[in-house]
């Protein structure tokens, strides 16, 4: 960590934010029904906005870092000591292994396998879990952009089941603009009940509906997702540029793996040698 | 596909017990890859295994290498490049070659590498160490020093070449940089100290490399090494598969000493 340039920030700092990231695909394989199949790469589609901090030490200004520690021992425990399990009253485990988890997981697939198409209107925007895009892979990209506007004409989606990671997702493919997108869903027992959430019915006068119409009717507008912005990060932003411009940053100190020399011993014999055969050269 | 069958007398010994980690190619070499160290779970029964653990406690099962069977249906997974750790899959933490992965910078070339790599050679030469040079298939070098011990460790490998590396910076500064920032290596050689860590794997020799020109990971001898570089002549570095099987039936295994050699690293 080099501190002492007087402008680190502008980078990181511009606009074009994830461009190089959202490149990068997450899987690949093939969207496929009937006799379709189109080859794709699932990239991510937000990138959450939050400006991030790195915890330092007050003193010396050394990145924290995260350790598992034993409040037994009061010890960092290693990684070869660390074992899963499952509580199943406080204080009390059910130990899992990695095969016996790894014997749960699905197999991992090379395609989306749309089951079914569905009308869009009938997803209740509770069961949207995370929205990533899919881009065409060579020779995929007429299949693509086919599906991408029919479906938008009819408003309908495909309803795939799709293994990504450890676990299989029931996912909507969909078009976004002229591109298709993909969101995971959340399976039915995810979603918490409301029950508890909706009143007792009462009765309601037809003016009150009428001037609850009204009012509504008179806020309507268009949606416009770029009128709005996070102020908060905008805030920061501007207080961390200002900061770069006016203050120098602290320096972390330099780890001993980077910039440490050998063992002197060692050192010493080495230029010794090199004396000796940058003369015979 | 054939490269592999061709090579495959060659290049078993060195994938042979190692963690295998695949560089997939799943649609051609201009499209993007990903590496991928777990063994397939739909592998066939046969393809030999081993489990090891990762740095955060995982655990996770790996293919080994060892047959022809293996090695082609490896292939067929639209896998070209070969990616191997310096130790073996039972003896994880001990590595059996220390290795300077010399990347020439921008502005720099081949030739730059040959340099550094042949005073790396007399100077482990003057420490009575052997080492053997390998191409990347890309613009570098790999020089491997054969350990080949119960008792070597990456702590002293990197430790050993960390070193070295550093003791040449500060003698050739104009020519070798142990620093990995990109701006940093401009017209100079950057050598890859910490390649010798057990999470870290080498392009194995004579695996093919993905790119436009089919070219091999080749062993050379000093001898064509110090030959080309006084000619100037980079490229005899780029070392074509067509080329790499008429020159294995000819020269043999020059890698073989990097298998068997044991060597101990001084002054630690």
Not at chain 1, 158 to 175: I, N, P, Q
Not at chain 2, 67 to 91: R, Y
Not at chain 2, 113 to 142: F, M, N, P, Q, W
Not at chain 2, 245 to 253: I, Y
Request: proline residues 6%; neutral net charge; hydrophobic residues 35%.
């Amino acid at each position: 960590m080099k501190g002492t340039r007087s402008a680190p920030l502008p980078s990181k700092l511009s606009a074009n934010r994830g461009k190089d990231t959202a490149e990068q695909g997450i899987w690949s394989g093939t969207v496929s029904f009937s006799l379709v199949a189109i080859p794709v790469r699932l990239v991510r589609a937000v990138e959450p906005d939050r400006v991030s901090f790195r915890m330092l030490h007050s003193r010396d200004y050394s990145p924290l870092l995260r350790r598992m520690v034993c409040p037994e021992e009061e010890k960092i425990v290693p990684a070869e000591e660390i074992i899963r399990g499952y509580e199943i009253t406080p204080g009390k485990y059910l130990l899992i292994t990695d095969e016996e988890l790894e014997s749960v997981s699905p197999e991992r697939s090379r395609t989306i396998e749309i089951i079914e198409f569905i009308d869009m209107k009938d997803v209740d925007s509770i069961y949207y879990d995370h929205p990533y895009y899919l881009v065409p892979l060579k020779g995929g990209e007429k299949s693509y952009s086919l599906l991408a506007e029919v479906m938008r004409r009819a408003d309908k989606a495909g309803l795939a089941k799709f293994v990504l990671g450890e676990r299989e997702y029931l996912v909507a493919v969909k078009s976004t603009g002229s591109a298709l997108s993909l969101i995971t869903l959340h399976y039915c027992d995810e979603i918490l009940g409301d029950e508890d959430i909706v009143p007792e019915e009462a009765r309601i006068e037809p003016e009150e509906t009428s001037r609850m119409k009204r009012i509504i009717k008179g806020m309507i507008s268009d949606f416009n997702p770029d009128k709005y912005a996070d102020k908060r990060r905008e805030k920061i932003l501007t207080l961390l540029k200002k900061k770069a411009r006016e203050t120098a940053p602290v320096e972390a100190p330099e780890v001993e793996e980077e910039e440490g020399e050998g063992p002197a011993d060692l050192i010493a014999m080495l230029q010794k040698s090199m004396r000796k055969v940058k003369k015979n050269r | 596909m054939d490269y592999y069958r061709r090579i495959s007398p060659f290049i078993l010994p060195h994938l042979k017990d190692r963690a295998l980690t695949l560089k997939r190619y799943p649609n051609g070499v201009d499209e993007e890859y990903f590496y991928e160290k777990r063994c397939p779970s739909n592998r066939p029964a046969w393809i030999k295994t081993a489990r090891i653990t990762r740095d955060e406690g995982e655990q996770m099962t790996v293919c080994l290498v060892n047959d022809l069977d293996t090695l082609i249906w490896v292939e067929n997974l639209a896998s070209l490049e070969l990616h191997v750790p310096l130790a073996k899959a039972a003896f994880p933490e001990t590595p059996d070659s220390m290795v300077f992965d010399l990347d020439p910078g921008d502005s720099a070339d081949v030739l730059d590498c040959a340099r550094v790599a042949l005073i790396l050679r007399d100077l482990l030469l003057e420490l009575r160490l052997a080492s053997y040079v390998k191409t990347s298939g890309r613009k570098g070098l790999h020089v491997y020093v054969p350990l080949n011990r119960r008792d070597a460790t990456f702590e002293d490998t990197k430790k050993f070449s960390k070193s070295v590396s550093e003791v040449l910076q500060r003698n050739y500064p104009d020519l070798v940089t142990v620093k990995m920032a990109k701006e940093l290596r401009t017209r100079k050689v950057f050598i890859n100290w910490s390649q010798n860590d057990h999470s870290k794997t080498m392009i194995c020799v004579y695996s093919l490399r993905a790119q436009d020109k089919p070219t091999v990971s080749f062993p050379l001898s000093w001898e064509e090494l110090e030959d080309s570089a006084s000619r100037r002549d980079s490229g005899r570095f780029d070392i074509l598969h067509s080329e790499a099987l008429r020159r294995v039936e000819k020269e043999g295994n020059l890698f073989q000493e990097v298998l068997v050699k044991k060597q101990k690293l001084p002054y630690l």
